[in-house]
Every structure is written in structure tokens, then in C-alpha cells.
């Protein structure tokens, strides 16, 4: 396993920050034999080159040969051409191609909408003032523009009937769930279509038995059906052409009834009918007309899709109990978490922050964690015009932000670290991202020309363009680490930046403060650049923003005696009522309001409450059921929005019955209170079971956070260990049965391909001479078994992908093969993480 190398070489201020260092005697040693630097040289590296950690060489990959003349020697020179890792690293870390949101878009077309909003409101006032004047304007444009618009008409409907027939091949040959959700349909009629062949898939499969089918996963799809507005519209047609024609059938057989009666008066009723005029049409749309069409022909061997969507309906329709059964069985299903209907709405305290950054206004945000701060810091990267400088708290966090934009910006993304600083030298910059100290250090530097900018008047992708005039905006993540240790880095940087800021954060205690500091910095940069100052200091927007709903379950690890008299670690659940004594309910509101419930926790909540409380005591809307009928729709669907107001409810009625009936209250709180916890610093050997358990649950994959780089490594050993002993132990014969299966599938090719006449003896004499099997490379023998498998069943790695991780890391200078540790690692489903292990 190889580590990052040493500085090979370091200047005076790092062996200033780094006095305490060790230092190995080979270190020692290799640095007695150099060549002593004389006090100029080292005063010129000290002044040139920025600090950086790790050894240039070592993120360098060759990239071919190149032919080169040598002035000195005056000979052709051939020179190994060299790039660096870091944009694969980049390329490699950053998400999938096409999930990365673009916000800017969003935002778009949320000011066309509201553009849009405000015409029509003109345009009703207008109407209602010169209504005579302005229709017959509009009738003579109309008239002009009749056969041009007729023309557009027609070559729209024909393009849509092509990208709707493209979209019915797409989905034809898709025949699971998983396929279907990541297939994209231009036109509406492919989005129905998409949408009614899942809902198929998953009754058909509930309907079956199948193991993954759920009474949820039909629920969610088909709400997400019927929100859908062009359905919804074509599906009330269908019904009312159904409800016509069945109209018109009960007439005619009411006049053929009567015309039995009388023959004249069935002569007077023909003549009258001659005389009517003809029979009331509905006409469909053409999405209308599509659906139509499929209701009839669309279908498979397990049934069709009218009787599917019939299904569904009958099921939603027949829980008493929708709202109670969404809490407990859809937690994760629930609005905006729905798999099915994820559409993204821009909040109003977003559009807020956007509309600053479109007037380069400076902004403070004070938003909870996964409240959408990140869209805002992406759209100001995106929409400057110049180069972002984003400060960032910790090296983690560089990385990740780096490889993100590094794919949103096509790579135009430069990184600076206490370990490393790189820029990418065939084009501009559009953001820095870096630690505040590092990133200080690397552009306000005194500096001349270093390396190739010396030699060959080249950019070095190891030194960066200095200077903080090139910045357009200033973003600051997590800015209250002001408080930190490189606060005062970030205080002088924001200080050297004269360009409006955003500041991000989901704990600022001094929200105020901070924007009212940030705004004096602003007029400080305006009254040293601008003659006429203006009397007003620039705004600084702040934007707190509190309402967020929750839904990550609480738990703990405890210890509990086994049935056998052995100790087991458990997972018990967590509810945030055991935190809530009457004193804190009183006296620290704001503390109670901090202990976000989860729609399970609420469910057990309320089941509680009803169990130990009088009826008499709880009011009709303490019933989830009750409290939801109010807010909810025709289908009963709640949001997750919807449940942080039940949950407040809640919290309310808890204040109240703690004083009304304090010691049912107790009793109730107390039977939520976890055994006592032991805090350790080594969880080595209690972690196998906690996995094992969140496996059982179905609450896998997990990350384990520790921070001692020694203590994550036996983690990771004792976890793996473990693994694998328990596999032996009940499955002792295991690798000898996929051996003789792959012996014998070999020899059953051998005998297709006309190879099995060898004996044995002729099979030796070939082993010793050195020529290999081939056909039994091409079976998996040290595949693990599954019960022993942390991956999901079809994210676990084939041999195949085993192999080509190993080539990747051969390259990269890691001598692992598939007994090496971490690949075991891998193949059960366990990675490690470390800021010095070259394999992470």
C-alpha cells in the first residue's frame, strides 16, 4: 500500500508551521548527502514557489514521447512527455454525466413564469378597460397571421408525432422499474406512457407476490400519475366521453322500447330524429386519443394496463387509513421524496438570494443543512463574469465541491490545499476552490517567475495566477468557521476581495452581525475605488431561513445479553421526546424545536400518546388522520412539508399535557429514554454487528466516521476479518464448490470445443512446462458468498470490474491484487477513506 510521499523539499515558512514534525533517520540522511543550497537560491525558492505538500512527480502520468532540440548540446533530445493525475482524479470522483443540476435553468424559468404571471394580470386590467378596442385588433392580426400560424401548427404536430414515436421505441424494449425510472420521454404522450407501464410492472408484480412488490411503491406511482396535468386532463375526456356515450345508449334504448308500443309514434320519432341534430362529440386531444389508444392496446402477458390502473385505484380507495398507512409505511415515499414525482420548486427564499446575485448584490444565508444552500453557491459560479474565489473549511470538502464543477465547468477548476495546489493551464479559471490559510498563502504572496514560466513563458499547473483582482464574486461555505482556526485567513481574504459575496452557513448565531461587518467591508472597497461615494452603504441581503423537514431515523448502539448469554451490540431507535422534559418544554422552546421528529417518531408518538392518555384529554386533531383531512386533496396525498406542521402540533399538545398530566407525561417520556450509553473510543469489535443489523434492516450503505487514520484501518480490518471468519465457520466448504464448479463448467467448454481427449498425465506434463488453463481463468473462484456481502444485490462488483480496478491501480502505482486486503475489502462491499492512502 503506498502513501502520499514526503516533501521532498520544503522552504521557511512550512518548517515554521511544522517545527514539531518527526523526521526519519533515512530523511536525515538523504537530506546530508544533497548538495548544499546556497543562501540565494533559497531565498529565490522561498519567494517563487507556493508551498505545497506533496511531491510534483508523484502527480505526474506519462503521456507519450516527444522529440525536442537542444540548443546546449546542440543534438535532437527525445523527451518523455508528462501530465497531471489531478483532472482524472477529478474526472474519476465527480458524480455520474447528467445528474449534476443546473440551476440556472431553474431560474429561468421560474422569472419566466412569474414574467409571465404579471403580463396576464396586465392584460385581464387592460381587457376590462378597452375590451371592444383591443378584440377587434386582435381579429385583424389574426386574420394576417392565419395561414403563417396554421403553417407553425402543422410542422409542431408533425415534429411531436416523431418525438412521440421515438419515445414509444425507447420505451418498448425497457421491462423493469429500474430502466424505466432512468429513461428520459421528449413528449407528454411518452411520459404518460412511461408512467402507466411502470404503474403496470409494479401491480403486476404486487399482484405475483414478488419479493420487492409493495402496496407503497403502487401508491407512490400512481399519485404520480395523476398529478401529472396532462393526464389528468385526458383522463377526465376519456371519462366523459364514456359518461356520453353511455348516456346516448339509455336514450336510444328508451326510444326502442317505445317504439314498440306505438308504430306511430315510431314513425313520428324517426321523422323527429331525421329532424335532430346530429349527436353531442367529445373531442379529444391528441394526448387524450393516445391514451385512449393504450387503455385499449396496451398490455402484456400478465394483463393490461386499464385493468393495472383499475388495481391501483381500487387499492388507494380501499385504506380506510391512507394518511396513518403514508407515516409509518411511505416515510421516505413522502413529497418531494417521492421516487416517481420529484419536481423541484424553487423556494421563495432561493429566488430571493437569486435575484441578489443577478444584481450582484452581497448576501448572508442562514439555511439548515440540505435546505439548498449549494444551488445558490453553484448558480453564482455559473452566471459570474469573471472567476469565483470559493473558500472552503476543509480539504474533504475541496475535493468533493472540485470534482463536481470540475464536470459542470468542462475544467475549468483550480484547487488549492494545504497538500495541494493545481490549476488547469490551457485555459482560464472559472472558480478557485481552496482552504482559506492555503488559498491566502498562494495568491498574496510576493512572487516573480518560477519554472516553466522562467524558462519557456508557460503557466505552471503546481503555482497559481496570484492577485485577488481577478475575482468577479467571493462565495464563503460554512462561514461561520470565522470562529475557527483559519478564521483569521478567511477574515483577511474577504477583506482583499473587492467583489460582492455570498456567505453561506446553517449555523450562524450572529446572523446580523455578520451581515452588517460584511457590509462596512463593502463600503470600505467603494469609498477606496469610487469618487462620488453614495450617502446609502451598499445592501447586504440576509435570508434566515428555518422550515425544514426531517427524515433521517435516530438511533443508538447498545449492549444487550443474547439468548446463547453472549453480549451483542443492538440498534435501538432514538425519539426526540426523550429529551423533552417539562422544564425544557416550558422554559427552552427553541431547544424543543431542534428536535426534529421523523413521521415514524410521530406515528409512535401518537400511538403512545392514545395508549397512556384519557381519551377525554386529546382532542380530535392529535389524530394524524384528523389533522391531515384539513390539508390534503381529493387523494389524500401529504407532503413532508405537511408533516413538520403536524409535528408542531405535536410539540404544542406535549407542553400542555406535561402540566395538565405530569405524570402520565413522565411515563410517557421515560419509556422512550435508550439504556445508558458508554462512549469508547475504539468500536473495532462492536461494529460488526451494527453492520449486520443494518443489513438485516435494509438500512445499508452506511459510513463509519472516525478520525484517527490508525483507528479507521482496524476498523476496517476487524470488520473485514469478521466477515470473512463467520463465511469459513458456516460455509467451511465454500471456495472448494465454486473451485469444482469451475472445473467442471471448464471441462464441459473443453468437450464443445473438442479439447477433452488430453489425460491427465498430459495435463501435468503441460503445467510443468508452463502453459495455463485458460478456461478456468474465466470463472469467479474467490467471489465471496452473499450472505457475507454488504452491497445491495445489484450493485456488487463482478469479476470483471475486480480486474480493471486492479489495472487502474497497477497504473497508478499500487501493487494490489485480488487477495490484497482492500480488494477483499471491496468485493464485500466495504471501501476505506483516508487523506493518506493512495487507493482512496
Avoid at 523539499?9 to 543550497?37: H, L
Avoid at 512572487?447 to 519557456?456: S, V, W
Avoid at 470565522?482 to 450572529?510: H, M, W
Avoid at 462620488?532 to 441581503?541: G, I
Wanted: net charge neutral; glycine share 4%.
Amino acid at each position: 500500500m503506498s502513501f502520499v510521499p514526503a516533501p521532498q523539499q520544503a522552504n521557511a515558512a512550512s518548517a515554521k508551521n511544522n517545527a514539531s514534525t518527526a523526521v526519519t533517520s533515512t530523511q536525515v540522511a538523504s537530506a546530508a548527502t544533497e548538495t548544499p543550497i546556497s543562501d540565494q537560491e533559497l531565498l529565490f525558492k522561498i519567494r517563487t514557489f507556493d508551498v505545497f505538500w506533496v511531491d510534483k512527480k508523484s502527480l505526474m502520468y506519462k503521456d507519450g514521447i516527444a522529440k525536442t532540440f537542444d540548443k546546449e548540446i546542440r543534438k535532437s533530445v527525445i523527451v518523455t512527455k508528462q501530465k497531471s493525475s489531478i483532472p482524472i482524479i477529478l474526472r474519476d470522483m465527480a458524480p455520474p454525466e447528467g445528474s449534476i443540476f443546473d440551476p440556472a435553468k431553474k431560474w429561468e424559468e421560474e422569472k419566466e413564469r412569474r414574467l409571465l404571471e404579471a403580463e396576464d394580470l396586465a392584460e385581464k386590467e387592460k381587457a376590462a378597460a378597452a375590451a371592444d378596442k383591443a378584440s377587434s385588433k386582435k381579429g385583424k392580426k389574426n386574420e394576417k397571421k392565419k395561414s403563417a400560424d396554421t403553417i407553425k401548427e402543422n410542422n409542431a404536430m408533425e415534429k411531436d408525432k416523431k418525438d412521440h414515436q421515438r419515445d414509444l421505441q425507447k420505451l418498448s424494449n425497457l421491462r423493469t422499474l429500474k430502466a424505466l425510472q432512468d429513461v428520459s420521454c421528449e413528449t407528454t404522450g411518452g411520459k404518460i406512457n412511461r408512467m402507466i407501464k411502470m404503474l403496470h410492472l409494479a401491480v403486476s408484480d404486487l399482484r405475483q407476490g414478488s419479493v420487492n412488490s409493495s402496496e407503497a411503491e403502487v401508491l407512490d406511482i400512481l399519485w404520480a400519475l395523476e398529478e401529472m396535468e396532462a393526464f389528468k386532463e385526458a383522463d377526465e375526456l376519456l371519462q366523459a366521453e364514456k359518461a356520453l356515450k353511455k348516456e346516448q345508449k339509455e336514450v336510444e334504448k328508451a326510444e326502442k322500447k317505445s317504439s314498440k308500443k306505438d308504430k306511430k309514434d315510431s314513425k313520428k320519432s324517426k321523422k323527429d330524429k331525421d329532424t335532430n341534430p346530429e349527436k353531442k362529440k367529445i373531442l379529444l386531444t391528441a394526448e387524450a386519443q393516445a391514451l385512449k389508444e393504450l387503455y385499449k392496446e396496451g398490455g402484456d402477458s400478465r394483463g393490461s394496463y386499464k385493468d393495472s390502473l383499475k388495481y391501483a385505484r381500487k387499492l388507494m380507495d380501499g385504506k380506510d387509513n391512507l394518511i396513518s398507512f403514508q407515516l409509518t409505511e411511505m416515510p421516505d415515499r413522502l413529497p418531494p421524496l417521492s421516487r416517481y414525482n420529484r419536481k423541484f420548486k424553487l423556494e421563495d427564499w432561493q429566488c430571493s438570494i437569486l435575484d441578489a446575485i443577478d444584481n450582484r448584490t452581497s448576501a448572508v444565508v442562514c439555511a439548515p443543512t440540505s435546505s439548498g444552500k449549494t444551488l445558490l453557491s453553484t448558480y453564482t459560479c455559473k452566471s459570474a463574469n469573471g472567476t469565483v474565489l470559493f473558500v472552503l473549511p476543509s480539504e474533504v470538502l475541496v475535493w468533493q465541491i472540485a470534482a463536481t464543477y470540475y464536470e459542470f465547468f468542462k475544467g475549468n477548476v483550480t484547487i488549492c490545499t494545504d497538500q495541494i495546489t493545481f490549476q488547469e493551464i490551457t485555459g482560464d479559471a472559472q472558480v478557485y476552490i481552496g482552504t482559506p490559510r492555503a488559498l491566502e498563502k498562494s495568491i498574496s504572496k510576493v512572487r516573480g517567475c518560477a519554472g516553466q514560466e522562467m524558462t519557456k513563458g508557460e503557466r505552471e499547473f503546481m503555482i497559481l495566477d496570484g492577485g485577488y483582482n481577478q475575482f468577479d464574486y467571493l462565495v464563503l461555505d460554512e462561514v461561520h468557521t470565522l470562529n475557527g482556526p483559519e478564521g483569521d485567513a478567511l477574515q483577511r481574504i474577504i477583506k482583499a476581495c473587492n467583489c460582492p459575496t455570498l456567505a453561506l452557513s446553517a449555523t450562524i448565531g450572529n446572523a446580523v452581525q455578520l451581515r452588517d461587518w460584511i457590509s462596512s467591508v463593502r463600503q470600505e472597497h467603494i469609498e477606496a475605488t469610487v469618487v462620488d461615494v453614495p450617502d446609502q452603504p451598499e445592501e447586504v441581503v440576509l435570508e434566515e431561513h428555518f422550515a425544514r423537514f426531517i427524515n433521517l431515523q435516530r438511533y443508538v448502539v447498545v449492549e444487550t445479553e443474547g439468548k446463547d448469554g453472549k453480549k451483542k451490540m443492538k440498534l435501538a431507535k432514538l425519539h426526540p421526546i426523550a429529551a423533552m422534559t417539562p422544564k425544557r418544554l416550558e422554559e427552552q422552546a427553541e431547544l424543543v424545536a431542534g428536535l426534529s421528529m421523523t413521521p415514524t417518531d410521530m406515528m409512535d408518538l401518537w400511538t403512545r400518546m392514545r395508549s397512556i392518555f384519557p381519551s377525554t384529554v386529546l382532542e380530535d386533531l392529535d389524530d394524524p388522520d384528523n389533522f391531515f383531512q384539513q390539508s390534503v386533496g381529493e387523494n389524500k396525498r401529504i407532503t413532508l412539508n405537511q408533516t413538520k406542521e403536524y409535528e408542531t402540533r405535536l410539540k404544542n399538545r406535549l407542553t400542555a399535557l406535561s402540566k395538565s398530566h405530569p405524570e402520565l407525561y413522565e411515563r410517557l417520556r421515560t419509556a422512550q429514554v435508550p439504556p445508558p450509553l458508554v462512549a469508547k473510543a475504539d468500536v473495532s469489535d462492536e461494529l460488526y454487528d451494527v453492520v449486520m443489523q443494518l443489513k438485516e434492516n435494509d438500512l445499508l450503505p452506511a459510513v463509519a466516521f472516525q478520525l484517527n487514520t490508525y483507528g479507521a484501518f482496524n476498523m476496517f480490518k476487524s470488520l473485514l476479518s469478521r466477515l470473512e471468519s463467520d463465511q469459513v465457520a458456516e460455509f467451511p466448504n465454500y471456495r472448494k464448490d465454486l473451485i469444482k464448479v469451475a472445473r467442471e463448467k471448464a471441462q464441459m467448454r473443453k468437450v464443445a470445443a473438442g479439447k477433452s481427449n488430453k489425460n491427465a498425465a498430459e495435463a501435468e506434463e503441460d503445467a510443468k512446462s508452463g502453459f495455463t488453463d485458460d478456461s478456468l481463468i474465466q470463472e469467479d473462484t474467490t467471489k465471496p458468498h452473499d450472505k457475507y456481502v454488504l452491497s445491495a444485490a445489484g450493485k456488487r462488483l463482478s469479476y470483471n470490474e475486480v480486474e480493471d480496478i486492479i489495472s487502474d491501480m497497477k497504473k497508478s502505482g499500487e501493487n494490489v491484487d485480488v487477495g490484497h486486503a482492500l480488494i477483499r475489502g471491496l468485493r464485500r462491499g466495504i471501501a476505506i477513506y483516508t487523506n493518506e492512502v493512495g487507493f482512496s
